[in-house]
């Protein structure tokens, strides 16, 4: 399974930016998603999570309440609508396919991973 994420940019504080990431197959019907992000010269941090079915979402609680993460199951894609974006933001953002169906901010639990993409937000 590969990954593809995308949608990042360079915006002000206070803007908007929606992520998005692709599956080359049907794989993410079955999966927990996730997006991470890394700060530089910082470790990976959980962001976000789903289940597949897409009843369960998990929160990082700095971007609970401004990020909203979705997916399509039909379109094997998943979102991360990013809102009233802060610098601290300011990271690659990844997404990954959990092992199980379950949503979880355990990094060790995910197997696959997109290439990343780079947001800045400057204030």
């Known amino acids: 399974v590969q990954l593809q994420a995308s949608g990042g940019g360079s915006v002000q504080a206070g803007d908007s930016l929606r992520l998005s990431c692709a599956a080359s197959r049907r794989t993410t019907s079955n999966n927990g998603m996730g997006w991470f992000r890394q700060a530089p010269g910082k470790e990976r941090q959980f962001v976000a999570a789903?289940?597949?079915?897409?009843?369960?979402?998990i929160y990082e609680n700095s971007v609970k309440d401004r990020f909203t993460i979705s997916r399509d199951n039909a379109n094997n894609a998943v979102y991360l609508q990013m809102n009233n974006l802060k610098p601290e933001d300011t990271a690659v953002y990844y997404c990954a396919a959990a092992l199980g169906a379950m949503a979880t901010r355990d990094k060790s639990r995910y197997r696959y991973w997109g290439q990343g993409t780079l947001v800045t937000v400057s204030s």
């Open positions: 789903l289940s597949w079915r897409g009843d369960n979402t």
